[in-house]
């Protein structure tokens, strides 16, 4: 597994790396069942706090691509497929083109009925 | 030039057959060897040890002839001539060795009616390990000179990474047939520290400890360097100063020194199975392989460092 992060980035680190895991899961690199890196050794390779690819990891967790078990580490979930994946992707992608023109969730809701 | 190459081998593996023969020989014309056999004596030279005629004679023509079987074999399966020639010399000596003495006790031992009226002469021992000795240095001296033969430079693709952009490489390495052989190797170890030699049974459980921490490796490449873990604590490290470039190869076990984790005059490799791999290239001109089942993004990472260092410095 590959990740790589830009420290003068202004996105945050975690965010950088939740948002490779993701790309990686989207495009079929990982599937269902593969274990992530330890997340000490990518904070070590990195030189950054292993807390900070933890919460990477949590983030994705909750975001219902990952499993996290104690002792096991962390696992593609089942249900992230390549294509559940991507739409997730877009989806974020849509509400935060949404946030950046001010518009709330519900906005985003009606957007979407709006147009299917 | 390889019909030379290929004579010379011969006569090496030719000579390390020389003690089969001759013992051999040895106890066929030798007559009224005493039943037993004296086999050991105490630093007077008195006999203190024996063993059956045909104990005896089964045990130094399986020795010399397994270590002249072992020596082909060693020329046959492997692909790195040092690997083969080292191997070849350790058969040889192990022949000598037990060829120099044997001969040394049909010698002394012909036509004495028993066993306690062979005395030990002085100069057997010497002559054995002078002989043991010997032969390894005049393989070492006939083992032909191959020019080693550069691989074809496999795929070498490269990362583009920005100056202050951070990166990290990381696979966990599992081999199932480590795993079960660890296993079994515990199985065999605890069998023999309950029933039979303590310290056989030690033996094959440091074996286990070292096969079981090769079924799992983790490779972490990053602006360090490539990095080997084996199990807690062990920690295999090739500094990023000392890489000039990687590449994707296909690895031949048996090109690399055989199974697990090798260390040979031209480079140390883990190999888990045959297949893809990483190849690293060394400034002092030794490589570094370890089987990987998707090279190409270790391999980008590390031309990419390396391309960055250089850039930079």
């Not at chain 2, 002989?131 to 990362?159: E, Y």
């Not at chain 2, 972490?220 to 590449?247: H, Q």
């Not at chain 2, 199975?273 to 990483?278: E, S, Y």
Request: charged letters at 20%.
């Amino acid at each position: 597994m590959l990740i790589r992060v830009d420290p003068s980035s202004r996105e945050p680190l975690a965010e950088q790396i939740a948002a490779q895991v993701r790309g990686a899961i989207a495009a079929g690199r990982l599937g269902p069942g593969d274990r992530l890196a330890p997340a000490r050794e990518l904070a070590e390779g990195l030189g950054v706090n292993m807390h900070t690819v933890l919460r990477a990891y949590s983030a994705l967790r909750d975001e219902g691509l990952l499993e996290l078990r104690r002792g096991r580490g962390a696992t593609v979930h089942a249900a992230a497929t390549p294509d559940a994946t991507r739409l997730r992707n877009l989806a974020t992608e849509l509400v935060t083109a949404a946030r950046r023109l001010g518009m709330s969730a519900d906005d985003v809701v009606e957007l979407v009925r709006s147009v299917s | 030039m390889e019909t030379l190459g290929r004579t010379r081998r011969v006569v090496a593996l030719a000579l390390v057959a020389v003690p089969f023969v001759v013992v051999g020989v040895a106890l066929l014309t030798a007559g009224g060897l005493p039943d037993p056999v004296p086999t050991h004596w105490n630093i007077h030279g008195d006999v203190n040890g024996t063993m059956s005629r045909t104990a005896f004679s089964v045990m130094v023509l399986v020795v010399t002839g397994a270590a002249a079987v072992l020596a082909a074999g060693f020329v046959w399966a492997h692909e790195d001539d040092a690997v083969r020639r080292w191997g070849v010399q350790a058969c040889a000596f192990t022949a000598y060795l037990m060829g120099g003495l044997s001969l040394g006790t049909v010698l002394l031992a012909a036509g004495v009616p028993a066993a306690p009226g062979v005395r030990l002469r002085w100069y057997v021992v010497p002559a054995a390990l002078v002989a043991a000795l010997g032969a390894p240095a005049v393989i070492h001296i006939l083992w032909p000179v191959v020019p080693v033969r550069k691989p074809a430079a496999g795929a070498s693709p490269r990362l583009d990474l920005a100056p202050g952009e951070r990166a990290v490489y990381v696979a966990t390495l599992r081999s199932r047939g480590m795993l079960a052989l660890g296993v079994g190797c515990a199985l065999v170890g605890v069998v023999l520290l309950l029933t039979a030699d303590l310290m056989v049974g030690a033996v094959v459980l440091a074996a286990t400890v070292a096969l079981l921490a090769l079924s799992r490796v983790t490779l972490r490449v990053d602006d360090g360097g490539v990095r080997l873990g084996f199990g807690p604590g062990v920690r295999v490290r090739v500094p990023m100063e000392r890489i000039e470039r990687a590449e994707v190869a296909d690895i031949r076990p048996m090109a690399w020194g055989g199974w697990g984790y090798r260390a040979r005059p031209g480079g140390r490799a883990l190999v888990l199975r045959a297949g893809p791999g990483m190849v690293l290239d060394l400034s002092d001109g030794s490589r570094f392989a370890v089987t990987l089942d998707e090279p190409a993004d270790a391999v980008a990472l590390v031309n990419g460092l390396v391309g960055r260092r250089h850039e930079t410095a």
